[in-house]
Nanobody, 124 residues
Framework: QVQLVESGGGRVQVGESLILTCEVS????????TAWFRQASGKEREFVAG????????DYSPFVKGRATIARDEAKNVVSLQMNSLKTEDTAVYYC?????????????????WGQGTQVTVSS
C-alpha cells in the first residue's frame, strides 16, 4: 500500500520561508516521478514543482520559479519543497504526489498516488 505523508505546513508571514517534506512508502521511490501541487480554497489543484526522476527533468510553475526548490532524498524516500519569499497568494493546501516517470507531466492525472495535504497559510 502506497503512503505519502506530508509535513511542514503552517502559518507564516509574508516574505518568510518554509520547507515541506513528504515521506513515501510502499512504492519504489527510485522508479517514481514526484511532484508538489497545491489547491487554494475555491480553486482547482495546480502544479507547483516536479521531478521526473531523481535527477533530470525538473519543472517549476511560473508563480514559484526562483522562489522554490524541489529535492529528493533517495536514501530516505523523501521529497521536499522549499519555498522562499512567501506571498499571501501562496496560501493553499499543498499535496505531494508520485507517479510513473514514463507518463510524467505537470497534469495531476499523470500522478497515481497522493498525500493527504498540508495547509500553508501566509499572512501579511
Amino acid at each position: 500500500q502506497v503512503q505519502l505523508v506530508e509535513s511542514g505546513g503552517g502559518r507564516v508571514q509574508v516574505g518568510e520561508s518554509l520547507i515541506l517534506t513528504c515521506e513515501v512508502s510502499g512504492r519504489s521511490f527510485s522508479r517514481s516521478s514526484t511532484a508538489w501541487f497545491r489547491q487554494a480554497s475555491g480553486k482547482e489543484r495546480e502544479f507547483v514543482a516536479g521531478l521526473r526522476w531523481s535527477q533530470g527533468r525538473l519543472d517549476y510553475s511560473p508563480f514559484v520559479k526562483g522562489r522554490a526548490t524541489i529535492a529528493r532524498d533517495e536514501a530516505k524516500n523523501v521529497v521536499s519543497l522549499q519555498m522562499n519569499s512567501l506571498k499571501t497568494e501562496d496560501t493553499a493546501v499543498y499535496y505531494c504526489a508520485v507517479g510513473n516517470p514514463l507518463s510524467y507531466s505537470t497534469d495531476p492525472a499523470s500522478f497515481d498516488a497522493w498525500g493527504q495535504g498540508t495547509q500553508v497559510t501566509v499572512s501579511s
